[in-house]
């Protein structure tokens, strides 16, 4: 099974962030993003301008971005002035908004600020004008651009939207072949909306990799390294479950939202105490198995097994979620799992 792979890296300091793509590149990953979530590391759209001309053919962009923090107008000036620098190689992708809103005092947006935004962004790109919240917006110095626009979704609404009007899909929803499956057919449904189906988008899977090699550190935080850690979804709740949990695991995961003070507004965080926290409430509410069942996670062969699993259902497109416990040395983390899990895939 030929795979595809994907990764989002987090804008440290430029000279750090540009070896992590460096290397990424280098390896033969096909696509890559930058995390936004200006409130726990640097600004992604600077990030961007002052690293993306050391990458040679992987295409870039925000991965994920939202409607809240920034004007569509401004979004889309800003997608076509790096595709001057990178023709052809840039995309955005973009959800309901996480840690990056909850830090300037927001909520998510609904599902239909999503789609608003989504079809402004894509309108101005294309024909210089959209209609957004009441107001005409123009941008007329791009002329027509087709920069691909990926829409991340993890409930069952915001991925039949993503099939609707996205170029491509983010599934976070876990790689199991009964995951997969399910997520395929919501997409597909909001695809045949638009006169589509779901094998005409690029859909791709956001998972983290935790391989053995990565060393001990590695494996005991593995429980949170699913791309939806247990204070950013348990803790706050904000989008309803395409895979409903049982009673007895949600009231569990609560329990562990409370004695582990997690925070919405640290989703994604790199913060080694808070990620030791969690991953001890996890442990002490007997959550391990469920939390490690969600991800990729054990020896090259089971994580290989587990990759090829889930393609063989559907999921030939993987995109890895950078593990805080391994910032700052995503180089590291990047090859080990690149040669020994993804390599194997290609």
Known sequence: MTSRFGANLRPGHPDLLRDWLVTAEGLGFDSLGVSDTQSLYRETWTSLGIVS???????????ISNPLTRHPAVVA?????????????????????????????????????????????????EDGKAEYQGKTLLLSWPGPRDIPIYVAAHGPRSLELAG???????????????????????????????????????????????????????LELAPLGTGRNVGSRHGGGHTEPLFPLPADVSEKLEEVALNAGTDVSQHGTS????????????????????????????TPDECVERLDAAAQAGAENVWLHMPGYFDPNYSEYLTTVWNDVLSKLK
């Open 77 to 125: 000036s800003a997608l076509a002035t790096l595709d001057d620098a990178r023709p052809g190689l840039v995309h955005l992708g973009i959800g309901t908004g996480d840690s990056a809103v909850f830090n300037i005092g927001l909520t998510p947006s609904r599902i239909a600020e999503l789609r608003d935004y989504v079809v402004a962004v894509r309108s101005l790109l």
């Open 164 to 218: 609707e009007i996205g170029d491509g899909v983010v599934a976070g929803t876990g790689v199991s072949p009964e995951q997969v499956e399910k997520v395929l057919s919501v997409i597909d449904i909001g695809a045949r909306r638009s006169g589509r189906t779901v094998e005409e988008l690029d859909v791709w899977f956001f998972t983290t990799v935790t391989v053995s090699t990565l060393g001990e550190e590695a």
């Open 53 to 63: 001309s050391a990458l040679e053919r992987v295409p870039i962009g925000p991965w």
């Open 271 to 298: 913060d080694r105490t808070l990620l030791r926290r969690y991953a001890q409430a996890v442990r002490d509410a007997g959550l391990r198995e469920h939390r490690v069942a969600s991800a990729v996670v054990g």
